[in-house]
């Protein structure tokens, strides 16, 4: 794994205060002025495995494969559903353009848009519950979103899908970068998680 790009922004008026944050690649080191070079490397270490832990700990679940994904599908089942779901299959599929995820009740598969691998892990963990919910109740209907809303983050995670849809309405890219194919949009027709979570 390549080394992050770190910038060190001293200040005289910083007494004692070490912080870090992301700006766009880069991560920005803010340190007392009065640091040795030394102690700037020890606290630029720090720092930097100290964001990338947090990082890691965001990041949606499921990135190294199917497998993983299938495994959060069934711990947020018992956490969430009481473990009543049991789907055959979770599995990343291709960017799907209007649509986040995809459920067929039917055979217990869901299918998971590319967009979302770089999603924070909660915004997955609501789309993963959403899809679970559909082997339980297919139509949206109370019975269904009485399910989902079980899950705490169920509002936050609609709010950043709702973003996500609007950046890309505006041109904006950045989840998947390019936007996908017409074969890729059109592949499975099932179930649809529109912005609004529906």
């Known amino acids: 794994m390549a080394s992050p790009a770190v ?9 004692r205060m070490v912080s870090a944050r992301r700006e766009g690649d880069r991560m920005v080191v803010f340190i007392p002025g009065w640091m040795s070079d030394e102690q700037e490397r020890d606290w630029v270490a720090k720092m930097v495995q100290r964001m990338e832990a947090s990082e890691a700990r965001r990041r949606s ?3 190294t494969g199917d497998e993983a994904l299938l495994t959060r599908a069934q711990e947020l089942s018992s956490r969430w559903l009481e473990g009543r779901t049991d ?6 599929v291709p960017t799907m353009r209007t649509r986040w995820a995809s ?7 869901i299918r998971i848009s590319e ?3 770089d999603a924070p892990g909660w915004v997955v963990d609501y789309v993963l519950v ?10 949206h209907d109370d019975v269904f979103w009485s399910w989902v809303y079980r899950y705490p983050r169920t509002e936050r995670a609609i709010g950043y899908l709702e973003g996500l849809n609007a950046a890309a309405s505006l041109g904006i890219t950045g989840v998947d970068g390019d936007p996908p194919t017409a074969e890729q949009d059109a592949e499975l027709p099932d179930d649809r998680i529109a912005a609004t979570g529906s």
């Open 61 to 63: 679940p499921g990135r």
């Open 130 to 139: 959403h899809e679970l919910a559909h082997l339980l109740s297919a139509a």
């Open 103 to 109: 459920c067929t009740p039917v055979d217990r598969t």
């Open 115 to 117: 967009r979302l691998r």
């Open 7 to 15: 910038e060190v922004r001293r200040s005289a008026r910083r007494k």
């Open 87 to 92: 789907p055959a299959s979770v599995r990343w």
